[in-house]
């Protein structure tokens, strides 16, 4: 399996900007999660899906972020506009089935912010 | 609102060394997840823990886990270099909201 596949990897774009990080999971994977990692503030969720459907998006910081799962191999996170202190690493990860399953993370988009 | 506190934050130790890191929280789980990250990558999932007096083993690495102290360890035996990297642990809130710890930056000196 190719694992959790995150794009772009690196960006780096003005404030101002909007931002869209993309996501596919794992294929049969039900549970899609978006985590941001700071310094500051450690790895926190953002939001979570369950079969495409928005479960707990308490963790999204400000309106400027939506995050969408059109379909069960696609989630996106979007930032509108962007701000230097959005900048961080964004994980999205993916699992299946109920909780105590191993939940596998991509390889991070690393957002720069200037 | 769970917490979740890792001990030490900065570990440096030198090879054939053994160690343990301490994961503490603060609420309810019988649900426990150690994770590895190595700079500028992803998190690597080392163990699930899914009940009281959970152990598992791999490798040079174990982990336990004590529901009612609310506590989880990560023992290093006879450490090697490559074992470097900052280890997590992560309590799931339920329907696998993890919390993550700070985070363990273990660095293994020749």
């Known amino acids: 399996d190719a694992g959790v596949i995150q794009s772009p990897r690196h960006e780096v774009t003005e404030m101002g900007q909007e931002v869209t990080l993309r996501c596919k999971p794992i294929s049969g994977h039900d549970y899609l999660f978006w985590y941001r990692q700071t310094m500051m503030r450690g790895l926190e969720l953002l939001i979570y899906f369950n079969n495409n459907v928005p479960i707990d998006d308490s963790g999204m910081p400000e309106d400027r972020f939506s995050a969408k799962m059109p379909n069960a191999s696609f989630s996106t996170l979007k930032i509108q506009p962007s701000e230097p202190r959005d900048s961080a690493v964004y994980f999205c990860a993916s699992s299946w089935g109920a909780s105590g399953n191993t939940i596998y993370f991509g390889e991070g988009s690393w957002l720069t912010v200037v | 609102e769970l917490k979740v506190e890792q001990n030490p934050l900065f570990l440096s130790m030198q090879e054939g060394k053994n160690y343990t890191i301490y994961c503490n929280y603060s609420t309810t789980s019988d649900r426990l997840y150690w994770y590895r990250q190595d700079p500028g990558k992803s998190l690597e999932s080392l163990f699930v823990l899914l009940s009281n007096g959970a152990v598992k083993q791999e490798g040079r690495l174990m982990a336990s886990l004590d529901t009612k102290a609310r506590l989880s360890t990560l023992h290093i035996t006879a450490a090697v270099h490559d074992l470097s990297a900052t280890y997590f642990c992560?309590?799931?809130?339920?329907?696998?909201?993890?919390?993550f710890g700070q985070g363990t930056r273990l660095t293994i000196n020749p």
């Open positions: 992560a309590v799931d809130q339920g329907a696998q909201k993890l919390v």
